[in-house]
């Protein structure tokens, strides 16, 4: 007796334990762990540094820096039959290029300018190579090329009107003038 006492609680445990590890439907489902979100927060942007005064336009085209009581020379001279800008040009060509960059609404014109020797035709074609000279470095250093447009006089508007070494090296040139 004590033997199917034994058999039947062992049997009603067994079943108690199966049965224990199931669950029922009726019992309450936990709901998913809530999810917390960190809050969005937006950078606080830098704050603007002062706009600089803007360079100043004269009604000859020439432009005037901040601070600077005379224009910024835009007048570059060349060899006798050279397109070449002289290494003294190089920084104030920066100069140029750094305003057309800081400002991009400024736009220029470039001037290729001959003395009168030559003919009429070759004196066109080394104004044109002056002045691109002048655009080539312009753009290389980071000006947009529409920003820039150019024309050669050849000899048509000499400074100097002289027939010596001295009026013909002032007429050699090219010239940069800003539009307003």
Same mark, same amino acid.
């Given at each position: 007796?004590?033997?199917?006492?034994?058999?039947?609680?062992?049997?009603?445990?067994?079943?108690?334990?199966?049965?224990?590890?199931?669950?029922?439907?009726?019992?309450?489902?936990?709901?998913?762990?809530?999810?917390?979100?960190?809050?969005?927060?937006?950078?606080?942007?830098?704050?603007?540094?002062?706009?600089?005064?803007?360079?100043?336009?004269?009604?000859?085209?020439?432009?005037?820096?901040?601070?600077?009581?005379?224009?910024?020379?835009?007048?570059?001279?060349?060899?006798?039959?050279?397109?070449?800008?002289?290494?003294?040009?190089?920084?104030?060509?920066?100069?140029?290029?750094?305003?057309?960059?800081?400002?991009?609404?400024?736009?220029?014109?470039?001037?290729?300018?001959?003395?009168?020797?030559?003919? /009429?035709?070759?004196?066109?074609?080394?104004? +044109?190579?002056? !002045?691109?000279?002048? $655009? @080539?470095?312009? &753009?290389?250093?980071?000006?947009?090329?529409?920003?820039?447009?150019?024309?050669?006089?050849?000899?048509? /508007?000499?400074?100097?009107?002289?027939?010596? +070494?001295?009026? !013909?090296?002032?007429? $050699? @040139?090219?010239? &940069?003038?800003?539009?307003?």
């Amino acid at each position: 007796m004590i033997r199917q006492l034994f058999g039947a609680l062992s049997a009603l445990l067994l079943a108690g334990v199966l049965l224990g590890g199931c669950k029922t439907t009726e019992e309450p489902v936990d709901p998913p762990p809530t999810v917390v979100k960190p809050p969005v927060v937006t950078p606080t942007p830098p704050p603007k540094k002062p706009e600089a005064e803007p360079p100043t336009i004269g009604p000859d085209g020439n432009i005037t820096l901040p601070g600077a009581s005379e224009p910024l020379d835009a007048i570059f001279y060349f060899e006798y039959d050279q397109a070449r800008l002289a290494p003294a040009d190089i920084r104030v060509l920066a100069m140029h290029a750094q305003q057309l960059r800081d400002y991009r609404n400024f736009s220029v014109k470039l001037e290729g300018h001959c003395d009168e020797r030559g003919t /009429r035709e070759y004196n066109l074609a080394l104004g +044109e190579r002056r !002045w691109q000279a002048v $655009r @080539r470095y312009l &753009i290389s250093a980071g000006v947009r090329s529409t920003q820039i447009e150019g024309t050669s006089f050849g000899e048509e /508007r000499p400074v100097d009107p002289g027939h010596d +070494e001295s009026a !013909w090296a002032k007429n $050699r @040139r090219a010239v &940069i003038v800003y539009n307003r």
